[in-house]
């Protein structure tokens, strides 16, 4: 019955790195269809985010089961509770890459971001990707100081955030209202992004430790 229980462990688990795979292919490609205009790459983004949905679900069903048919204790029952809400962050990130080709998508053919934006949100992008990577790699193998990187790479985000609306905020703005929304939005999901994969990190935190951060949600 232990060996049954460590297999299926297992496989969620598994679920939770293609999950989080999934997410960073996700925004990478949103991102590339937001900065270069990339229909193909936007659609390829909305259409896959059911994928990500379905991992989603996956974890869900083989938690509860294994909820109902092993009532697992301790740091089992701690693995359990872990999984779930690290696929809830993941299911949100997806939606969020999902959210930047949407955006891409609706001013398309032109760019949905000016030439002067670019470079900050190549940034952000960047900064995402990242987590993204360390987000798979904590699940795929467990390490507390490298879940605990995450919180340095987001406060580095939030500083990109607050330069866009900097730019956003000037005098000299000159696209106009409806450009300066879409731009705050996709600031809006970059940073989110980051945010929920700071969620994750501590969730993996708690699963090694067993001390749940204050700021976990």
């Given at each position: 019955m232990r060996d049954e229980f460590r297999a299926d462990l297992q496989i969620v688990s598994q679920l939770l790195v293609?999950?989080?795979?999934?997410?960073?292919?996700?925004?990478?490609?949103?991102?590339?269809?937001?900065?270069?205009?990339?229909?193909?790459?936007?659609?390829?983004?909305?259409?896959?985010?059911?994928?990500?949905?379905?991992?989603?679900?996956?974890?869900?069903?083989?938690?509860c089961d294994l909820l109902a048919r092993q009532a697992p204790v301790a740091s089992d029952l701690r693995a359990m509770i872990t999984a779930l809400h690290v696929a809830a962050d993941l299911e949100r990130m997806g939606d969020l890459a999902d959210h930047v080709a949407k955006t891409a998508l609706r001013r398309h053919p032109s760019p949905a971001v000016?030439?002067?934006?670019?470079?900050?949100?190549?940034?952000?992008?960047?900064?995402?990707?990242?987590?993204?990577?360390?987000?798979?790699?904590?699940?795929?193998?467990?390490?507390?100081?490298?879940?605990?990187?995450?919180?340095?790479?987001?406060?580095?985000?939030?500083?990109?955030?607050?330069?866009?609306?900097?730019?956003?905020?000037?005098?000299?703005?000159?696209?106009g209202v409806e450009t300066a929304i879409d731009a705050t939005l996709l600031g809006r999901f970059y940073e989110r992004f980051a945010d929920h994969a700071v969620n994750a990190g501590e969730h993996v935190v708690y699963l090694i430790t067993g001390e749940n951060s204050p700021t976990a949600s």
């Open positions: 293609d999950m989080a795979e999934g997410v960073r292919a996700a925004m990478r490609q949103a991102t590339r269809g937001l900065l270069t205009a990339d229909r193909e790459a936007s659609e390829a983004v909305i259409a896959r985010d059911a994928e990500i949905d379905d991992l989603y679900r996956h974890v869900e069903e083989r938690v000016p030439a002067e934006l670019r470079p900050v949100f190549t940034d952000m992008a960047a900064i995402a990707d990242r987590m993204a990577e360390k987000i798979g790699s904590v699940l795929a193998k467990p390490d507390a100081a490298l879940a605990a990187e995450l919180d340095g790479d987001d406060d580095a985000m939030d500083d990109l955030h607050k330069s866009l609306f900097g730019v956003l905020l000037g005098d000299d703005w000159p696209y």
